[in-house]
């Protein structure tokens, strides 16, 4: 089954999740508590972070928001349970941090889903223009499509899509 038009392929976008999730949870944490972990704790955190690149992969309908908290979860709790410091599970500031790591990852996320959506389209669009060669079978041009609004902020959100509610 091909992958929709209008949308990173998935394994790209799990690709970023997991990433996102792992830099921001690690960031997130090491902000909060003062210090980078070891190691040996920072591969299995990686290594979490491709399970929920993974999961986002398998599952393209899930929202990034949910994945994200899922990623930063997963995290913080992996980097509490082998750093030692147990009293940190529930600290304010961990908290907050981890919150603002998942809003910047969601904006980042965002953002990059719609710059590499915006070059492969000039990218088609260019091959389209530099392969015509007048008019051979079809009488037709390349058409130049214009999507209005941002399906990436559908894809993360939640949002199931532009339906309204059925007539009367």
Known sequence: MPEPVDQVPARTR??????????????????????????STLLIAMAVAVAIG??????????????????????HLLLVLLSGHHHDLFAPSMAVTHILGTAAALVAIAALEALVSTVRDVVVLVVA????RGMRRSTTR??????VGAPVV???LGAVGLRGPPAL
Not at 142 to 147: D, F, G, T, Y
């Open 14 to 39: 799990g690709g970023i999740v997991g990433g996102a999730c792992a830099l921001t949870g690690i960031t997130a944490h090491a902000a909060a508590q003062g210090m980078l972990p070891s190691t």
């Open 54 to 75: 993974a999961i986002v992969t398998a599952t393209p309908r899930l929202p990034g928001f949910a994945a994200l908290l899922l990623g930063q979860g997963a995290v």
């Open 129 to 132: 223009l530099l392969t015509y």
């Open 142 to 147: 390349p058409q130049i499509v214009r999507i």
């Open 154 to 156: 559908h894809l993360h």
